[in-house]
């Protein structure tokens, strides 16, 4: 007999959806109302506590026609609670908009989003420019609901609407020397005031990498909606990439080139404070930070009186699924 093991972020079986429902909201969904949803967003979502306060969006056309064959409840996380909307897209890094938290929903709006272009080089196949449409044809949308953890000691819980990344990446077809993945992202001073200040220290464009076998891992995703819609700009519109087990700063926003390269590419945080900021950037609790510990998390929502600390999980959770990856490496040096 074949005795499966559950992973630690699988669901509960007292989490899955009874059938009945399942099959009603499945139905709903497929409903002449889906593609006219109140608000920009799918017709089943209006029902959904956890949409209840999402903003209305001009979704491109692309996007409302994936939406309709998106793969919706992909749930990876187990026993906790959704972020609210309003947390999620107005408390956030964005450098390129403003140092502070509240900046990127500030200033975000400033950003054109449609048309977009992705140049692919480097090592692969199929080189040049493509449209999120292209890139995402021969993809279904799925729902993954993922952890968040900052570097900086705070997390959420956020419902990702993407594709695959080893999918796309497959797509493009690399070749046998390309061993890591660069990405880069969009520079564009007059819409972005941030680059404008004195944070400008950052050497823009910002660029984020993986190695490869961290990109074609199953939990990879690139990122073009959450909450049941589009990506407002703020959290990384058009299009981002979602690492569920780094810092959050490793999820890089708004990507204009996805680049195949030999070397490990120099990135933005470790090339700014290598002391600080390692390439890997995997969540830890027992490495610290120069300038504070890891080893536990304000989640948020919270207030001063009730900040919701809780301690912080190895690969932020995603032990089970990434921790191969790392075998034989000592992860106080490779941080």
Known sequence: MLIRTPRRSDCLESEVTPEALYLNRRRFMQGA????????????????????D?????????????????????????????TPYPDATHYNNFYEFGPDKGDPARHASQLVAEPWVVTVDGEVAKPGKYSIEDLVSDSALEERIYRLRCVEAWSMVIPWL??????????LEPTTDAKYVRFETLARPEQMPGMRTGFSLIDWPYVEGLRMDEAMHPLSLIAVGMYGRVLPNQNGA?????????????????IVRISFVREQPATTWESMAPQEY???????????????SQARERRLPGSLFSPNVRETQMFNGYEEEVAHLYAGMDLRKNY
Do not use: C, M
Not at 35 to 42: D, V
Not at 162 to 171: E, H, M, P
Not at 278 to 292: I, K
């Open 54 to 82: 999402v903003e209305p969006a001009n979704a491109p056309a692309w996007f409302d026609e994936k939406l309709g064959q998106a793969n919706w409840g992909a749930v990876t996380v187990k026993n906790e609670a959704i």
């Open 162 to 171: 993407g594709v695959s990344l080893a999918d796309l990446i497959t797509r």
């Open 33 to 52: 109302a889906f593609s006219a949803a109140a608000a920009g967003l799918p017709a089943f979502a209006q029902a959904d506590p956890r949409y209840a």
């Open 278 to 292: 390692g390439f890997y950037a995997n969540v830890n609790p027992n490495v610290s930070h120069p300038r504070w």
């Open 238 to 254: 058009p299009l981002r990439l979602v690492v569920p087990w780094k810092y959050g700063f490793k999820s890089i926003k708004s």
